[in-house]
Every structure is written in structure tokens, then in C-alpha cells.
Nanobody, 128 residues
């Protein structure tokens, strides 16, 4: 089994930065191939923000956060991070960390439905 807990959310002004952390626990973490950050704003669908393959560190970003957000991992500490810079009001949402045991067609999935382990989320609010 794997348990995930996010932290680091908060309220910032536009242009500010936040660093989200995802702490994983459980022996099952070593089986996880992909870790993802997703977000969901009220009335909107959950969408991928970024993903990272735990074996080779390859990353993927949503177009809306490319060049502003950076996903990284510390495998020894079972941590995944999301560094968020130049935040915009549109980035306001609940942010979730998720784990997927498998690559999908050789890549980490961008679909929330393929991730089978989720944290409770951390709220990010960006004011203009």
C-alpha cells in the first residue's frame, strides 16, 4: 500500500511562489512508476499539472504551467515536489498528489482516472 500526503499550499499574490510537497509512505511506493500533480478548481474537472517517472525522472507539464512549474523527486526520502513560480489567479485550486503503478504506452499518464492512489489535497489560492 501507498499513502500520500500533500503540504505547502497557501494564499499568495499573483506573481508569487509556492512549493508543494508530497510525502509518500508504505512499501508499495517502490512499485509506483509515475507520480503526478493534479489540480481541481470549483466547478472544473481535475486536470494534470505535471508528472514525473520515478525510474528515469522524465517529466511532463501541462501547457498552462510550462516554464513556471517544476516537478522533482527525492526517491530516498519518498518525496515529490512541485515548485510553482509566477503564480496566476487561474492557478487557484486544490492540488493533489497521485501515484500510478504503470506507464501508459511508455509514458506517465495525464489522465486522473489512471492514477490509483491519491492524497487528500492542499489548497492553493492566488489573489490578483
Amino acid at each position: 500500500q501507498v499513502q500520500l500526503v500533500e503540504s505547502g499550499g497557501g494564499s499568495v499574490q499573483a506573481g508569487g511562489s509556492l512549493r508543494l510537497s508530497c510525502a509518500a509512505s508504505g512499501d508499495g511506493y517502490k512499485l509506483m512508476t509515475c507520480m503526478g500533480w493534479f489540480r481541481q478548481a470549483p466547478g472544473k474537472e481535475r486536470e494534470v499539472v505535471a508528472s514525473i517517472a520515478t525510474d528515469d525522472g522524465s517529466t511532463h507539464y501541462a501547457d498552462s504551467v510550462e516554464d513556471r512549474f517544476t516537478i522533482s523527486q527525492d526517491k530516498a526520502e519518498k518525496m515529490v515536489y512541485l515548485e510553482m513560480n509566477s503564480l496566476k489567479p487561474d492557478d487557484s485550486a486544490m492540488y493533489y498528489c497521485a501515484a500510478d503503478r504503470w506507464r501508459r504506452r511508455g509514458r506517465c499518464s495525464t489522465e486522473a482516472t489512471t492514477y490509483n492512489t491519491w492524497g487528500p489535497g492542499t489548497q492553493v489560492t492566488v489573489s490578483s
